[in-house]
């Protein structure tokens, strides 16, 4: 090879290595390029207002004035001491729960059901889902009328058993909180049916003809065979419908009662809401939002923990 | 130049150009939704910014007065109409930050929170030249510790009791005066027919502290201003007499049976909807919503009663509470340069000529400004002789946080949860910890310091043509 060729060599074929090195550096800016804006957006909108939340709730701020005052950790303080968010903390623990559980117990029920060869299931499964299209604004606005005690379908419902003494559905401060988690129910069991419906649908016909063959009933069926195999779908949807009630229950509850009646439906989102808009609070309902943050998250990381070291024994 | 160092350069210059995309775009499309919402053209423009309006009509009618002003002071005046009186310190506010020109701004139940906050325009000197034109009563809920914060653009409303008239005359029964003439109507009416005697719209909780102010304004002697006044002063307890009889004055509505619980579950729209169907017999609401029960068609005549004596001394009167259902203030932010013009126009839109055009589409029952139509209505007569004995609403002067306190013990007391003492209790207890908490304090005005004041004090008075 002569001197010209091997220059002409040298200069169109570069050593290995740094061409790896250039391939990599275009490639990682060219992920940055195509994470670039969610990034921006996230940080603008979700890091950003998380931090100046975090150092506003260690001011007093009515929100409307131009100057802040500095309190330190004064409204955690009185959050702690607050009797209605301690209240509302209690309520929005009762709220999450409970329809976390009648949601997944009815929706696997329903899913059960559906599962099964009967005629019209797609209509029924259709009509399970329904509700989880609708607002929860239009949801709440159509249970309110349902409850309302002068021309409700629940009391004329009532009335058909002989029923005359009707309960409070939204007045009853006992029965209030109730009646709202309900109406949660009823619009997000259809998801956690189509959840659990998949689920079930995935599961192999020939664990069945085994367990038959070793003499199971249909309940040793569902606890040895069906439950094992859908805990992945089944630790999922608890999960999604945990943190979903946390932090999804401020439109329902507006709607229907806004904390009412005696502040027996206020949950920590409506509380923190008033604090901050009407009572014009902003300093405070910072704080409080913090402790439902680290509430939340707290929550979230022994649930994620719980369902790692499930995973981890299934794999086993 | 081979295929390699193409795709190569090809490759570094759409990753920059992706990199330069992925960051301008997220700025560029606040920035281009700032510039179009930005005001345009040259000249005098104003901006209006308030709830949205109630009808159509009432709308097209705000639009022909600023044509009307456009027309005489060659300004041009745009308004954004926007969400519910409640927002609209939020509207503000954003409008602030987004460094948006505002130079009337609608003002109701936030008049106190606003103006304490330092964001009204003190125009107690602004409207001298015209103050006159206002009704007597008309400026004082607009009114906080002795200074003006905003001007009535709506007529008068007021609480009343609703009732129908035609079942009353039925059944031989009067207009209660008296609670005890109330409790035997509501007795008449229970046993003789399937109607409900009444109706409340409890899930409403704002609607509960009219309830309280009818009660106190008696209990009080017909004090109920100076003492709410001296109660966020600090001088008077909530737990004292007066107050803790009112609340057991209301206890006794349902004790008697006039009211069931099932009210708190009730919005206003159904307990309306109950009483034009007849289904209840009266309401306790605000004329602001006769309109509404007109355009019912109810198959009966409607009548109106004050609220009832409640107490048993002949120098007390039975009071009702109201107010203009809406204000016009000037933001303290509002440019310096548009304050004469601004101030022109609040003068403008308060004419009687040109305030008849927008009483014309909210149903004047009781104007605020002289010379101003009243609706031709056989009710107008009677609900214009209450108002000497209306009060401005307690909820303007309290803080939102009492407000709140309130509508739950009146609802606790009402349905025998709380007793009337432990519910005047709380509400203590609450404005104890807002001004703990929160420095609260009702005179601000008198604690403002010279800067402050000089922040919502106009630096001159501008000198404005005055409508006949």
Redesign the interface.
């Known amino acids: 090879m002569s001197a010209e060729s091997e220059s002409l060599v040298a200069i169109?074929a570069p050593p290995r290595r740094r061409r790896r090195g250039r391939y990599r550096r275009?490639s990682y800016?060219?992920g940055?390029?195509?994470v670039?804006?969610t990034v921006?957006?996230y940080s603008?909108f979700v890091i950003y207002p998380l931090i100046k939340g975090a150092i506003v709730s260690l001011y007093?701020w009515?929100?409307?004035?131009?100057t802040m005052?500095w309190v330190g950790f004064?409204n955690y303080q009185?959050a702690f001491d607050d009797p209605i968010f301690r209240l509302a903390l209690r309520n929005t623990f009762i709220y999450a729960i409970g329809v976390t559980i009648v949601k997944n117990v009815f929706g696997l029920g329903l899913a059960l059901l559906l599962n099964k060869k009967l005629k019209g299931r797609a209509f029924f499964r259709t009509a399970a889902f329904l509700p989880v299209l609708f607002s929860f604004i239009v949801v709440g606005v159509l249970w309110?009328?349902i409850?309302?005690?002068?021309?409700g379908l629940a009391d004329h419902f009532l009335l058909l058993f002989g029923i005359h003494n009707?309960p409070?559905?939204?007045?009853?401060?006992h029965l209030a909180l109730y009646s709202v988690m309900w109406v949660d129910v009823w619009k997000w069991t259809g998801f956690h049916m189509v959840l659990y419906l998949a689920a079930l649908q995935s599961v192999p016909s020939e664990l069945y003809d085994a367990a038959d063959i070793d003499g199971a009933n249909r309940w040793t069926r569902f606890r040895y065979v069906t439950v094992p195999w859908i805990q992945p779908v089944i630790a999922f949807s608890v999960m999604l419908a945990l943190t979903g009630a946390f932090v999804a229950n401020y439109d329902v509850v507006y709607v229907m009662?806004?904390g009412?009646?005696?502040?027996s439906t206020q949950v920590a989102l409506t509380y923190i809401f008033?604090t901050a808009?009407?009572?014009?609070?902003v300093g405070?309902a910072n704080a409080m939002s913090m402790i439902l943050i680290f509430l939340v998250a707290l929550v979230g990381a022994v649930q994620l923990r719980m369902m790692l070291r499930g995973r981890g024994k299934l794999l086993a | 130049m081979n295929v390699m160092s193409i795709s190569k350069s090809g490759f570094r210059l759409s990753a920059i150009t992706a990199l330069i995309a992925a960051i301008a775009v997220p700025i560029a499309v606040p920035i281009g939704a700032g510039v179009s919402g930005a005001s345009s053209g040259s000249g005098c423009t104003l901006h209006v910014l308030g709830e949205t309006r109630s009808s159509t009509a009432e709308a097209t009618a705000w639009n022909t007065v600023f044509s009307d002003f456009k027309a005489q002071y060659h300004c041009t005046v745009t308004a954004t109409w926007q969400g519910q009186f409640t927002g609209v310190p939020q509207l503000l506010n954003e409008a602030n930050i987004a460094h948006q020109p505002v130079d009337l701004v609608t003002d109701t139940t936030e008049n106190f929170n606003l103006a304490s906050a330092g964001k009204l325009m003190d125009l107690t000197k602004l409207i001298t030249p015209y103050e006159t034109r206002f009704n007597p009563g008309t400026l004082q809920p607009f009114t906080v510790d002795g200074r003006v914060w905003g001007v009535p653009v709506e007529p008068e409303t007021a609480s009343v009791f609703f009732y129908n008239e035609s079942l009353f005359n039925r059944l031989g029964l009067k207009a209660p005066t008296t609670f005890s003439e109330l409790v035997h109507d509501s007795g008449v009416i229970k046993s003789k027919t399937k109607v409900q005697p009444f109706v409340e719209g409890g899930s409403d909780t704002w609607e509960w502290p009219m309830w309280y102010m009818a009660t106190f304004a008696q209990t009080s002697g017909n004090k109920s201003v100076q003492n709410t006044a001296s109660f966020l002063e600090g001088k008077y307890k909530f737990t004292s007499q007066a107050s803790v009889q009112a609340l057991k004055d209301l206890a006794n509505f349902s004790k008697n049976g006039i009211l069931s619980e099932s009210s708190v579950g009730t919005s206003e729209n159904g307990a309306i909807a109950a009483f034009l169907q007849g289904k209840a017999a009266m309401m306790f609401d605000g004329t602001w919503d006769l309109s509404t029960f007109r355009s019912g068609n109810p198959k009966f005549k409607i009548g109106v009663f004050m609220f009832p004596r409640v107490t048993s001394n002949p120098a007390v009167v039975a009071q009702s509470n109201g107010s203009s259902t809406e204000g016009l203030s000037i933001p303290s932010s509002i440019p310096k340069k548009d304050l004469p013009m601004a101030d022109q126009l609040l003068e403008f839109i308060t004419s009687p000529k040109e305030a008849n055009k927008i009483f014309a589409t909210v149903d004047p029952i009781v104007p605020t400004i002289k010379g101003t139509s009243s609706a031709n209505d056989p009710l107008s007569a009677t609900l214009s002789g209450y108002l000497p004995r209306t009060n401005g609403w307690l909820d303007w002067l309290w803080p939102t946080n009492v407000v709140t306190a309130i509508e739950t013990a009146i609802e606790g007391v009402m349905f025998t949860h709380v007793s009337p003492k432990s519910a005047a209790q709380t509400v203590q207890n609450e404005l104890d910890t807002l001004r703990a908490q929160q420095n609260y304090t009702f005179n601000f005005w008198s604690k403002w310091t010279a800067a402050q004041k000089a922040q919502v004090e106009p630096s001159k008075i501008p000198k404005i043509q005055v409508q006949n």
Do not use: H, M, V
């Not at chain 1, 409850?147 to 021309?151: A, E, G, N, V």
């Not at chain 1, 808009?277 to 609070?281: D, H, K, S, V």
């Open positions: 169109e275009r800016l060219f940055i390029a195509l670039a804006p921006i957006l603008l007093n009515d929100g409307l004035s131009s005052t004064k009185y309110s009328w409850y309302d005690p002068l021309f009707f409070g559905w939204l007045s009853d401060p009662t806004n009412g009646p005696l502040n008033q808009f009407t009572a014009n609070e405070y």
